[in-house]
């Protein structure tokens, strides 16, 4: 199954946050993909707007909103550098939509593994991301108990988080 662009924002995540900690003394790349925002889609620069962008508004440099609600947890503090660790064991994102070319999913991010769980088709992909930065060789069929684990982890945490 081809990653849809819409998901992209997971693999540069994956990508941003699995090279910032195994070898944070080299510079990396961020890129931020925003489908159908623009300037004044940015929660600092039009409050009007409703959309809350604090993470966008972080990087930036931007002052938050007084009220602003930010659902998880920061990655800038990593990605600047100032920290080298998330402070949790792993990153977790659940996608629920669908339209456009996108499915919903959920994925994790595990000691250098990513799984992505596509809800519809209940189907499971697995990726050491060290050996494999573009996702190009599922290796759920080769390593079920790697991925029972990290699919059991997830699970878990969209229950904890009260995911539906």
């Known amino acids: 199954m081809e990653l849809?662009?819409?998901?992209?924002?997971?693999?540069?995540?994956a990508a941003v946050t699995s090279s910032a900690i195994a070898a944070p003394d080299k510079p990396n790349v961020i890129l931020i993909l925003g489908d159908d925002m623009g300037i004044d889609s940015v929660s600092a620069f039009?409050?009007?707007?409703g959309l809350k962008t604090p993470a966008i508004d972080q990087l930036t440099g931007c002052k938050q909103l007084p009220k602003q609600t930010v659902d998880?947890?920061?990655l800038v503090p990593l990605i600047h550098g100032n920290t080298k660790t998330?402070?949790?064991p792993f990153l977790a994102w659940w996608?629920?939509?669908a339209g456009?070319?996108?499915q919903p999913c959920q994925a994790i991010l595990k000691d250098g593994w990513k799984l992505v769980h596509w809800m519809n088709q209940n189907e499971t992909e697995l990726y050491r991301l060290a050996d494999d930065v573009g996702e190009?060789?599922?290796l759920a069929k080769k390593e079920p108990k790697k991925t029972r684990e990290l699919l059991q982890t997830l699970n878990q945490w969209v229950k904890e988080t009260a995911r539906k």
């Open 136 to 138: 190009r060789n599922n």
């Open 95 to 97: 996608y629920p939509h």
């Open 86 to 88: 998330l402070g949790r």
């Open 46 to 49: 039009n409050a009007k707007m």
């Open 4 to 13: 849809p662009v819409v998901i992209a924002s997971i693999a540069i995540l």
């Open 72 to 74: 998880g947890r920061s």
């Open 100 to 102: 456009h070319g996108a």
